[in-house]
Structures are given as structure tokens and as C-alpha cells.
């Protein structure tokens, strides 16, 4: 079973450790170095919202906006018991390494809702969401700050914060304000392409290190944790190139075939099991603690964070982790990896194709057009395939390891930023 992320005993603490490994290594200027290591800007709200049954719940929602020197803030939101405030923190600022590393014209943001989705009706999504939008207010808007959807959220999610936001607005300014979010059901100015465009991407990350390493991908074995949006569609690109699916593990337990499970066949099992694969036909139940020493040669690990760690990153045998997730390698285990000479392509590059497509969606409502899949998914190809070029170039030019060098490179661009336009006043 997935392990809950815990952000008080580490999270934050480990993209901190990060930066300033690669502020020290970098020799960032002091000024543009205590910017960064602080948020803009830190918002908590908490509002009531009724229930089915008449009673009234009140929620707290939080919205962390790390740097916005390159563009609006951007980011997701996730509805999980683990959100708070160190959490929002730690992945807004993810966000900004993030989509500076992509080249992309924006900050970063994060934040979402402390709550268990399962437990509450549709209706009642419905009203949180929309309350937490109106209690926002103007901290978001579609030049300033621009959600998407992240755990546990979803693109009817997102369609009713866009319509709650341009509710708020006059007549005139109402069309104006479509990409206030992006993940949208396509059918309310959503992307083509948008809902694979993670996992897409973590599959992209995969390819470009089989290629620099020479290998083939075809017959590689690999295991994946956590079959949501990102896993399962990891799964099917990968698929696609003929690596082989042996285990997959989720909140409600592991699962293991030697010769291969159907990710396509397995998802749809799922989604008629409430999201849930224990008790998938195809497969045998496993050790749900013994899931990362599985016998395999790449693991995505597509959950939550702080899962691979100092006390289970001995036992892994594979020779490469794909960080499908956020934070899903804590400082300790990295360190561990790196000795052992187990590549580790970092989050911030490795799942960078949401926020990528998340730009194109932006654009494409900003814009009036409508861009079709095939073109999407090659775009955001293409925009990767730059990004995995600068990754190993400072990371030769530094001598580091791919996470510092990700880190240098988003960071540079920023620093450079700061350099042009000076710091008010």
C-alpha cells in the first residue's frame, strides 16, 4: 500500500536541501538566492460549504504562489488529507523549477484542499469547488495565476472553476477568462492530448535515456506505483514501445505478473473496482513493502511523495527511476542512488509534459484556436527533447547529477531574469 505523503517530516525540507545544493553549486547571486528561497505569496482560506444532508462543513484551502519573475504563477490543485501548508509550499516551488526548466513563460504555484474526495457526493465536489474558487477570488485569474487539476482532482473540476471564476465577472469580461485554468473537459476549451500529456511525457524522459544509453526499450521490464491519470497512461505509451508492465501497486495494494500485465485491460478493471487494482485477475497479490525491490529495470513511482526513501532505496535492483510523481525520492535515498549508479530522471523534468500541455491549452484559449492531438503530443515531444539537451549539458558543465543540473538550468533562467529587469525599487 502507498504510504501517505508526510510533508512536516521532510517534503519541504527535501526541495530546500535541492535548491540550495544547486544554489551553492551555481554560485547564484545573493540576492536573486534569498528571493527564491522564500514564496510570494501564502494563502489559507477556510469557508463553509452545505452538504446533502443539510449539515454545514467548513474546509480550509490553501494557494501558495512561490515566483511569478517569468510569468503568472502555475499549477495545481489536489484534494488529499496530506495538504497543508508545507505541502502547498515545497510543490509551488516545484512548479517554478519546473516550468522554468520547460522554457515556459510562467512561476510557479500549488495548492488545493484538505479533504478525502471518496467521501463525498458529486453535488458536494461540486459546491467545494466552486466555494473554494469564489474564496480565491482574485488570487487567481488568467493572467496572474492559473490552476490545473493535480490529486484526486479532475477536468469537470476544473470546468467549474472557470465557469465560477467568469460567473464573478462582468458580461464583457466573462470570454476573456477561459484560461484562468487549463485541464478542462475538452468540450469547455480543453486541450486534445491534455489528459495523457504527464504520462506522455514521463515515457518521453524514458525514451531520451534509452537513447543516450543506448539500450532498446522493447522487453524492458518495469513496475509502476500508483495507476491514476499519470501511471496508467505511462503505462500505455510504454507499452506501445514494448516494455513489459510486471507490477503495479496503489492504495489498495500490490500486484505482480512475471509475464506481463495489460495496462489497457487493467485500467479498465479499475475503473470498474472504485479506482481500485487488488483483486485484478491477471495478476497475483504481492508484499505491498517489498514493491521497489521487485526484479525490473525502470520503475515509475507516480503517487505521492516521499516514497522511495533511506530505508527501502538498498533493496531497489532496477537501473533507472522515472519521477512520475513529485518528490517521490527523498534526499537520503538520492543519495544512496546516485552511489549505487542508478539514474534517477528528476520530477521536474520527468512530468513536466502537464504543465507543458497545460501552456498549449492556455494558449489555445487565449488565442482563439483549436490544436489537434497529433500536433500536441509532438510539440510537447519536441519541447522535452530540448530540455533533456540542457539537463545533460550543465550536469557535464557542473559535474553533478541530473536533479542538480535540472535545478541549474531552471534556476539560471531566472537568475537571468532578475539580472535584466533589476528588483523593484
Not at 482560506?45 to 511569478?68: A, I, L
Not at 502555475?74 to 519546473?98: C, E, N, S
Not at 520530477?347 to 513536466?352: F, G, M, P, V
Request: charged content about 20%; glycine content about 10%.
Amino acid at each position: 500500500m502507498i504510504t501517505k505523503e508526510k510533508p512536516r517530516m521532510g517534503m519541504y525540507e527535501n526541495v530546500k536541501h535541492q535548491y540550495e545544493k544547486a544554489a551553492d553549486l551555481m554560485n547564484l547571486t545573493p540576492a536573486v538566492r534569498k528571493i527564491l528561497a522564500i514564496t510570494n505569496n501564502e494563502i489559507v482560506v477556510h469557508f463553509p460549504v452545505k452538504m446533502d444532508d443539510g449539515s454545514v462543513e467548513v474546509f480550509t484551502g490553501y494557494r501558495v504562489q512561490h515566483n511569478n519573475a517569468l510569468g503568472p504563477y502555475k499549477g495545481g490543485l489536489r484534494y488529499h488529507p496530506t495538504v497543508d501548508i508545507d505541502a502547498a509550499r515545497a510543490l509551488a516551488t516545484w512548479m517554478t523549477w519546473k516550468t522554468s526548466l520547460a522554457g515556459l513563460p510562467y512561476g510557479g504555484g500549488k495548492g488545493g484542499i484538505q479533504l478525502d474526495p471518496s467521501k463525498y457526493s458529486i453535488s458536494e465536489l461540486e459546491r467545494i469547488t466552486r466555494r473554494f474558487t469564489y474564496a480565491l477570488g482574485d488570487n487567481i485569474g488568467p493572467e496572474h495565476d492559473i490552476p490545473a487539476p493535480d490529486v484526486n482532482t479532475t477536468p469537470q473540476m476544473m470546468a467549474w472553476i472557470a465557469d465560477t471564476y467568469m460567473s464573478t465577472k462582468s458580461t464583457n469580461e466573462r470570454t476573456k477568462n477561459a484560461h484562468v485554468v487549463t485541464g478542462k473537459p475538452v468540450g469547455a476549451g480543453g486541450l486534445e492530448g491534455r489528459d495523457r500529456a504527464t504520462g506522455f511525457g514521463v515515457v518521453v524522459s524514458i525514451k531520451e535515456w534509452a537513447k543516450l544509453k543506448s539500450y532498446d526499450l522493447r522487453g524492458m521490464r518495469y513496475i509502476v506505483q500508483g495507476f491514476g491519470n499519470v501511471g496508467f497512461w505511462a503505462s500505455h505509451f510504454m507499452k506501445q514501445h514494448g516494455a513489459i508492465l510486471v507490477g503495479v501497486q496503489d492504495a489498495s495494494g500490490t500486484i505482480y505478473n512475471a509475464d506481463g500485465i495489460d495496462p489497457d485491460q487493467l485500467i479498465v478493471y479499475a475503473q470498474g473496482n472504485n479506482h481500485h487494482i487488488s483483486g485484478f485477475p491477471q495478476a497475483s497479490e504481492y508484499p505491498t513493502s517489498d514493491f521497489f525491490a521487485l526484479d525490473c529495470d525502470i520503475i515509475i513511482p507516480a503517487a505521492m511523495g516521499n516514497q522511495i526513501t533511506g530505508e527501502n532505496a538498498e533493496t531497489i535492483k532496477a537501473m533507472m527511476i522515472a519521477e512520475g510523481a513529485n518528490g517521490p525520492v527523498d534526499v537520503e535515498a538520492d543519495s544512496i542512488l546516485f552511489e549505487r549508479n542508478i539514474d534517477v530522471i528528476p520530477d521536474i523534468y520527468c512530468n513536466s509534459g502537464g504543465v507543458i500541455g497545460s501552456y498549449f491549452e492556455w494558449l489555445q484559449n487565449r488565442n482563439g484556436e483549436l490544436w489537434q492531438m497529433d500536433e500536441v503530443l509532438t510539440k510537447l515531444e519536441s519541447k522535452m527533447g530540448q530540455s533533456f539537451k540542457k539537463l545533460l549539458n550543465t550536469a557535464n558543465e557542473f559535474h553533478t547529477d541530473w536533479r542538480t543540473s535540472a535545478y541549474i538550468e531552471a534556476i539560471r533562467r531566472i537568475e537571468q531574469a532578475y539580472i535584466q529587469r533589476g528588483i523593484f525599487p
